[in-house]
Structures are given as structure tokens and as C-alpha cells.
Antibody, heavy 120, light 109 residues
């Protein structure tokens, strides 16, 4: 069974940092593009970042460029999102998701999400 | 950036009836279009990709159509478990910059 489990969310002050983790199991992690998607309270879905299977390519939405870093450890079947200089509008549930093999940037498996609240 | 616009924002349909949800792209995305379902408190679930290909395990009552800028998700006979929010997503951009529509909430009439 494919499983993705996020952790690391919480309450942080504006300007602070958090590191999200996503533990993957039930599939060949090193063969999959991975993605972070976020959802602000009561709002829709927003793509945050993609990372290629080997970590050699990374892509970000403009609003997080220079502040967030996506990375992965294929030996540990884990995906990460390092978030710095956090802003109030970064408040959201953050989901990690697996890219569908056929399309790489549509997501066929999702974690349950980890909430991040940026507030003073 | 490709802007995705979904309509209507809320759709009221009775169980057993057909639901038709629309998604429009600000520029052609060919068939690089996916649909997701999200229930309250849950993660999204992939329903359709390639505009019309059902994802693994998705019931046949869900179908997608369209290409270019106009797309439709049809649910042929609504079941109680289908009442949820539906999002479209384009994935044509390269380097990849996927964008989602704002969602259509499907509610019981």
C-alpha cells in the first residue's frame, strides 16, 4: 500500500523557519517525482514545489522562491521542505504527493497533510 | 502562468442525477488536464488525467472530456459519496508550473 506521512508542521512566528518531512512507503520512492502542495484555510490547492527522482531538478512557485527548499533522501525514502522567512500567507496545510508515472506532475498519492500556522 | 477557471462555484444536484462541472484554461493546455476530488478533512484524490483517462480505482461514472481550453468532468449518476469539492489542474507548462482551478463544490439539492 502506498503511504505518505507528513510531519514537522506547527505554529511559528513570522520570519521563522520550519522543516517539513514526508516519509514514503509502499512504492519505489527513488523512481518518483515528488511534489509539495498547500491549502490555506478554506481555500483551494496551490502547488509549492516539485523535485525530480534523483533530486537534480527542483521547481518552485514564484511566491516561495528563495525562501523554501525542496529536497529528498532516497536512501531514507523521505522528502523534505525547508521553509525560511515564513510569512502569514504561508499558513496552510502542506501535502506531499507522488507524481504519476505517466505525467510526473499530476499526483496520484497524497499524504494526510501537516498544518503550518504563521502567526505572532 | 496558465489560469484555470472552474464553473460553477457551487453546483446543486440530486443523488442519482448527472453532474457536469466545467474548467477553462487561459491558454491551450492540449490534453494536459487532471481532475481531483477532495472531501472535508481529506487529501485530494486524483480522478482523471490526460483530460479523459480515469486514474486507478476510479469508478466508471466519472468521465472527463475536452481539449485545448475547455474541459468537462461528468459524474453520470451521483452517489452520496460524490458530494465533495472538485479541482482541475493543468500540467502543460515546462519547466513545470502546475496550476489549479479554484474548485467547484458539489452539494446535495
Amino acid at each position: 500500500e502506498v503511504q505518505l506521512e507528513e510531519s514537522g508542521g506547527g505554529l511559528v512566528q513570522p520570519g521563522g523557519s520550519l522543516r517539513l518531512s514526508c516519509a514514503a512507503s509502499g512504492f519505489v520512492f527513488y523512481n518518483s517525482w515528488m511534489t509539495w502542495v498547500r491549502q490555506a484555510p478554506g481555500k483551494g490547492l496551490q502547488w509549492v514545489a516539485h523535485i525530480k527522482e534523483d533530486g537534480a531538478e527542483k521547481y518552485y512557485v514564484d511566491s516561495v522562491k528563495g525562501r523554501f527548499t525542496i529536497s529528498r533522501d532516497n536512501a531514507k525514502n523521505s522528502l523534505y521542505l525547508e521553509m525560511n522567512s515564513l510569512r502569514v500567507d504561508d499558513t496552510a496545510v502542506y501535502y506531499c504527493a507522488r507524481g504519476l508515472k505517466a505525467t510526473i506532475t499530476t499526483m496520484d498519492a497524497w499524504g494526510q497533510g501537516t498544518p503550518v500556522t504563521v502567526s505572532s | 502562468e496558465v489560469v484555470m477557471t472552474q464553473s460553477p462555484a457551487t453546483l446543486y444536484v440530486s443523488p442519482g442525477e448527472r453532474a457536469t462541472l466545467s474548467c477553462r484554461a487561459s491558454q491551450s493546455v492540449s490534453s494536459e488536464l487532471a481532475w481531483y476530488q477532495q472531501k472535508p478533512g481529506q487529501a485530494p484524490r486524483l480522478l482523471i488525467y490526460g483530460a479523459s483517462t480515469r486514474a486507478t480505482g476510479v469508478p466508471a461514472r466519472f468521465s472527463g472530456s475536452g481539449s485545448g481550453t475547455e474541459f468537462t468532468l461528468t459524474i453520470s449518476s451521483l452517489q452520496s459519496e460524490d458530494f465533495a469539492v472538485y479541482y482541475c489542474q493543468q500540467y502543460i507548462d515546462w519547466p513545470p508550473r502546475i496550476t489549479f482551478g479554484q474548485g467547484t463544490r458539489l452539494e446535495v439539492k
